[in-house]
């Protein structure tokens, strides 16, 4: 789905970063099962999204709009529907959304021609059956209905223009439908324009049929929908641009590229980077499975996004670029073929479309942009995230407003940029191959395929593909606010015949929960070579133990930012230099000294028997304190071997002016004096 219009600008100023973004049906549903082990393959599981007493299987729409493209162009029309549904619970009356502000209930009759009762109230259609149905039988119905002259921010005329755009739940504005994602239908769909309108609808053009002054377009879709994806879009300002996308599979079978756009722009550039997208998802996920791609131009002062209606998706003015063709016809993917069960998936649709736009830049300029291009979305969020978690069960049994989940300064970071981060932290977890083939196996399941799924059946497709179970990670990252705080430390200590790094991780649990998470470690050693250590940090405060035959120097935290939803602050402790044992205590002067915004301390520790103080236990202990006597720092409280040290300290809170430092070993003590300087 679109982001809002004025979203668009308020992004570009803050972010300087505009991302345009933005079936057979269900039966006998489970809930998926809880997961196994790790280690274990997961069992093929049918999809959990919610059950209806009755499913829809064909909307046949009949709608003549032939006045709205004419002065002064109303928004009123008369229109039949002839709902085909299969009753899946015993029932004797269905109800439908239909909002009364904008549509008019003539009359209903069965496929006999024998007249229902029904009321309409509350903008719900409730219709009386003539008998008694049980689950499996097929009732045909046809609706008698008016739009009225009003504007309803879903069905739009003007300057020749008609379009609609439904989500989340708008078709009902229009048709009378189920209007919930989770219910598909396939489409039969006719309309009356006047003869100089070029018109798009879903699915394949059967026929046009012109009449004197009048063409009837009979568009038919075999691939069911959400009704949130119906859409019809016509102009009189209309151009047609005709191009084929031959498969992948079979070179000579092909499907038709429509575009539908204004007499003033210019189709080629979209044109084509509609058929190199089509080659790359194809390769990446599946093979495109629809009957056209299509998309229609919509220029108006009135609509604010874009919208992937299947197989016509509908583009705003300022968006012809191909960012915007990568986030929409990604959905064809990751919004068409399996569509969100809930509203509380829909991050299986916007984060997997902005990921697309990732995907797109790897695919036609390589690695370095798809990072860069990552980097500038992980931006959108960490600059406005609003601490909320990117599944919210709130919208398990809510719908959202209009603009509420698909845009805004709101949502936009959360639902699209945090998604597409979280979907490319999972890909550096599993690996390229396991991660790409996790989507192939999601997209041409059968229990999800042109149907729907939820959050715990993509978790449960994750889990049967690799054999091991990664609930942990959709919980930590998909269910949870935020994202990790990391405080890292490390030490380097000298211990005669090797030298050892003791590095220590901790996360920020007041901001977020803790995230369990594979780590890596690049360690630079004091000959110019370096090592990568992978880690599972799976508790908080968690302590790791490296050693080495030759001196290390630093060390990296997620040294090709794998984990890009973090903050992170890595600093050295302290630091054993020599592996001469001294013969005295002794506390050097830091350097630099006037100093900003850090500084080294260094002091010795002799053994015991051979220093003139004795230690107690081994304890040292260094702090920091201003002129007054405060103490600033604690940099060491441990014991240590005897050794040459030296710690790091830097505090950009400091006002500027003198400190001071202070050794205590044993009955050992020594202070000096440090400048700070702003």
Known sequence: ????????????????????????????????????????????????TPKHSFDVLNYKLNLNIYDCFKMPFPHSFSATNNITFRVDSTLNSINLNAVNYSLIIDSILLTNNFHLNFTHVSNILTVTLNRTYIPGEIVNLSIYYRHNNVIDTVFFTGNGLVYTDCEPEGARWWFPCWDKPSDKATTDITVK???????????????????????????????????????????????????????????????????????????????????????????????????KIGFADIDSNTYGGCMENQTLITVFPGSWNYLMAAHEFGHHWFGDIITCGTWADIWLNESFGTYCEALAEEYFKG???????????????????????????????????????????????????????????????????????????YLNDTNYRFKNATTDDFTSKINQVTG?????????????????????????????????????????????????????????????????????????????????????????????????LKQVSTTIGIKNLSKNVPDRYFLFQNYPNPFNPSTIIRFQIPNSENGKWKMENGLVILKVYDIIGKEVATLVNEKLQPGVYEVPFSEKRLASGMYFYKLVAGNFSDVRRMVFVK
Not at 11 to 35: D, E, H
Not at 219 to 243: E, F
Not at 391 to 396: A, H
Not at 489 to 507: A, D, H, K, P
């Open 1 to 48: 789905m679109k982001k809002i219009f004025t979203v668009f600008f308020l992004l570009y100023f803050f972010l300087l970063n505009p991302f345009t973004r933005a079936q057979s049906k269900i039966n006998n549903l489970n809930v998926t099962s809880k997961q196994k082990s790790s280690g274990n393959t997961m069992r093929n599981v049918m999809s959990s």
């Open 193 to 291: 324009t006047p003869s100089n309108i070029l018109l798009g609808s879903n699915g394949r053009l059967a026929d046009s049929i012109k009449i004197a002054d009048t063409i009837y377009y009979h568009w038919v879709s075999s691939d069911p929908m959400s009704t949130y994806l119906v859409v019809v879009a016509g102009s009189s300002n209309y151009r047609l641009s005709l191009q084929y996308w031959h498969k992948l599979s079979n070179p000579y079978d092909s499907i038709p590229i429509r575009i539908y756009y204004n007499s003033w722009r210019d189709p080629s550039r979209l044109r084509d980077s509609i058929k190199m997208l089509t080659n790359c998802f194809s390769q990446l996920f599946c093979e495109y499975p629809f009957e």
């Open 367 to 441: 690695e370095n942009s798809y990072k860069n291009y990552m980097t500038q979305i992980f931006n959108s969020y960490i600059c406005c995230n609003n601490n909320q978690p990117i599944y919210n069960p709130i919208y398990l049994n809510y719908t959202p407003p209009k603009g509420q989940i698909f845009g805004g300064l709101f949502y936009y970071p959360i639902t699209y940029a945090k998604g597409a981060c979280v979907l490319y932290i999972l890909r550096n977890v599993l690996g390229d191959s396991s991660f790409f083939n996790v989507l192939r196996s």
């Open 468 to 564: 091991q179970d990664y609930s942990w990670f959709i919980d930590e990252w998909i269910k949870q606010k935020n994202h990790p705080i990391y405080f890292n430390v490390y030490g380097i200590t000298n211990l005669e015949s090797f030298w050892r790094i003791n590095y220590r991780t901790y996360q920020s649990l007041a901001f977020s929960p803790f995230h369990t998470m594979p780590l890596e470690l690049k360690i630079f050693f004091h000959d110019g070579t370096d090592t990568l250590i992978k880690v599972f940090n799976n508790i908080n405060n968690q302590t790791f133990t490296f050693d080495f035959n030759k001196q290390p120097d630093s060390l990296n935290f997620d040294p090709f930012n794998k984990i890009i």
